[in-house]
């Protein structure tokens, strides 16, 4: 080799490995200025006390869009606005009550039921046939299934340590479980909690709307204790009847918002990165870690820029999307928008799995592309974050996959997830301060690395 | 190469691999079964309930060991025995209280204290002097600190992502405070609780014993908001007096016991595999995380053993150690046991970092040793258990080392960690089932390895 040939390798090697320094020194810039001046964490109690049951339609939610639009403005970033978006708008109603006798001389048992979201109101009594999958149900037949209640008792599996398939393996039996009884003729239907392990309480959630072909019939959950408890009595004496009552009910579909806000690029403007999680929440209890506390770690994450003074070369926009609970109108909306305006978002990133402790990101790309955000994880080991891997892009993003968007998802840990998923345990006090700034000094680190290099 | 010589690698390549996947089959169902059928937790729960404050030397803590012996009992191990050792004994008394006003006029704020672990009782009414180091104390001059009342308020640090690092750079504060402040003619000590952020709690944990050439003075905690609040009210006004009293006192030491249960080695029983945590904890709760945790986790490790009817080749003992938090006797008396006994220990393994989600472990060996616990890592990340790293060897097992023993720690996430630890906040509730569970089957697939290869 040349000597001046070894100098340029040499001076290229240098500059390399002084821009991963200063990236570092960034990135710590990051977490230091988060976990000691971080306001994600009080923003969450705002949002959480102020606009708890904050579900799409609701006054709640309108309230809260309101108070996203203010917080913004306080941040004072470059353009914040509302984006229309017509959404459904189910309201639970104020009863909600379920009983049965264990046989005909015993005491009412009364048990906690909260109606699926999107189920009609009632007022039914009937025998319950308990089954754990559409096969068992369908193998019974109509004659048998006709008027009676389907109990689906199907636990989610607690030896899966990825949770969120836990959930998915189970979460059918709430999402189509109504439609699939109503086409077996039963009247109502009664699902076990989407929770791991027993607790006390039900868990709401998302139902298929209704198909036209087959009766509306009413869908509400019990929790994992309750399944427990009535499999049990059931094994005793099947002919128990289950009395069910609820008052909820569809009003019409209601304007609402997204709720954005952006730093313009000062190289780049036109190329846009969006993060975001969801406004909305079921109406339970507060919606803190689903997905207050993706919306607070994404505002934040935005805010760490402002606040140390980084103006980013490409448009950095933070996105709080809403209802993506029951009809994910929100995120359809913003695409249908974003390809209006043919706009060139490169990375969507969203936060919507709790506000734990951070283990790494997940990404939806392919190739150099994906090579290359893996490689971004020598950033993050000092964190702890240092699971990077292939997969994702959550609910509200992932309609811009069309536009070519490469997707992504902060995953933090989620054993404790499904203890507060749709369930009155949502409140923010099950929210770790710690925890929650560090995914969002994650969020805003990935964001820097991402703007300074492109993808 | 000859063909017979290539039949040979292929063969050794097979049976290799075949026998990572027989262990990582064994690993799963670890796992598996503890995941569905757990008992950890609810032992967990008859521990902090029954036997909250389960400080050394208490009935309660007499209690714990009898509770713990008769649990042992009803797993059937092979050899269940107590272990006598002499434990301190100081007891917080009925009374804690302080008050100050802001200024004469003032209304009385009271303020919540707890005493040090080894604090005299007082009525002691002084100015205070607010300090964030000794180097800051000792250069006040004995003239300006006499008699007054040392306010230690260097926080724990919000930054470091290892929040047991944290810990370390301020625990000192605590440890020697009395001491140092003392030596300087104080009449007493405010300690900022060991916590991270703010919370109004105040935090116990353990001060030296007193040194014989200075006076006994009192020491309280107060929480990080008080301390925050006090300094500000302080930078206000110099001259406020702060009124502590308390009624803690010394008794002399008391019998207590290590608890240990142990499954005979079939092909070494010579060689000892040693895990526990300790059994003692503070008095202001329930010693949930502290160390509640790692004592069921150990036991179930054990307990999995059992009930997966695996006959380990080394003998397997399970030790609950007394006075980890204010005197370690039980750890020391334990390795001075197996030394007179001349036993080899080849391992021990510890569990006192709190109950949650397992990270991965952390090992004092050093050569081909650390290669291969390195390297087993590849069975954990299955369960998000990846971070396998060098250091660490707990308190209690800390002994052992003179012994050639290799250490080990469960590392768990330990960011929710100081809002428990010592305080009032470290009950049963605090702890996640499924967290906790993830770190007794780790521990278990740990010694199972070790067990299975040696070391």
Chains 1, 2 share one sequence.
């Not at 904050?54 to 869009?65: E, F």
């Not at 706009?343 to 402790?357: Q, V």
Request: charged share 25%; hydrophobic share 40%; proline share 3%.
């Amino acid at each position: 080799m040349k000597l001046s040939n070894l100098f340029i390798v040499l001076f290229c090697t240098f500059v390399a490995k002084a821009q991963v320094n200063s990236d570092s020194a960034m990135i710590k810039r990051f977490f230091d200025r988060e976990l000691s001046k971080g306001q994600c964490y009080d923003n969450l109690k705002e949002l959480c006390k102020g606009y708890g049951k904050r579900l799409s339609g609701s006054p709640i939610a309108a309230g809260a869009v309101e108070w996203s639009y203010n917080k913004m403005k306080s941040y004072g970033f470059d353009n914040i606005y509302k984006q229309e978006v017509m959404v459904p708008h189910w309201v639970r109603g104020v009863k909600e009550k379920a009983t049965y006798r264990k046989s005909d001389t015993s005491k009412v048992e009364r048990v906690a039921v909260c109606a699926l979201g999107g189920s009609i109101g009632c007022k039914i009594e009937g025998a319950v046939i308990e089954v754990n999958s559409f096969e068992v149900l369908k193998a019974l037949g109509k004659e048998k299934v006709k008027g009676k209640i389907i109990f689906f008792n199907r636990p989610m599996d607690d030896t899966n340590i990825n949770t969120f398939g836990a959930y998915s393996g189970a979460v059918n039996q709430r999402s189509r479980g109504a439609n699939e009884a109503s086409f077996m003729g039963a009247s109502g239907v009664i699902v076990r909690s989407m929770s791991l392990g027993l607790n006390r309480f039900p868990h709401t959630g998302a139902m298929m709307r209704y198909t036209d072909s087959v009766p509306k019939i009413p869908a509400c959950a019990i929790s994992t204790m309750d399944a427990e408890k009535l499999s049990s009595d059931l094994s005793k004496n099947s002919k128990l009847k289950f009395a069910l009552e609820m008052s909820s009910e569809w009003l019409p579909d209601t304007l609402s918002h997204n709720v954005i806000c952006e730093i313009k690029g000062i190289e780049f403007p036109q190329e846009i990165i969006v993060f975001g999680g969801h406004l909305d929440a079921w109406d339970m209890a507060e919606g803190a870690h689903d997905d207050g506390a993706g919306v607070v770690q994404c505002l934040e994450a935005l805010r760490l820029f402002k606040e140390l003074g980084i103006r980013p070369k490409r448009t950095l926009r933070c996105v709080f999307f809403m209802n993506e609970e029951n009809g994910m109108k929100g995120g359809l909306k913003y695409a249908e928008e974003a390809k209006k305006k043919n706009e060139k978002t490169i990375l969507a990133l969203e936060s919507d799995e709790g506000g734990f402790t951070p283990r790494g990101f997940s990404f939806d790309a392919s190739g150099d592309t994906l090579k290359r955000l893996i490689n971004y994880k020598r950033f993050f080991e000092p964190y702890y974050m240092s699971d990077f891997h292939e997969g994702g892009g959550g609910t509200d993003i992932s309609p811009l996959k069309d536009q070519g968007t490469v997707l992504m998802d902060l995953n933090p840990d989620t054993q404790r997830y499904f203890d507060f998923h749709h369930a009155a345990t949502d409140v923010f006090q099950s929210v770790n301060k710690r925890e929650l700034e560090l995914g969002a000094a994650g969020i805003a680190s990935m964001i820097y690395l991402i703007d300074k290099y492109g993808l």
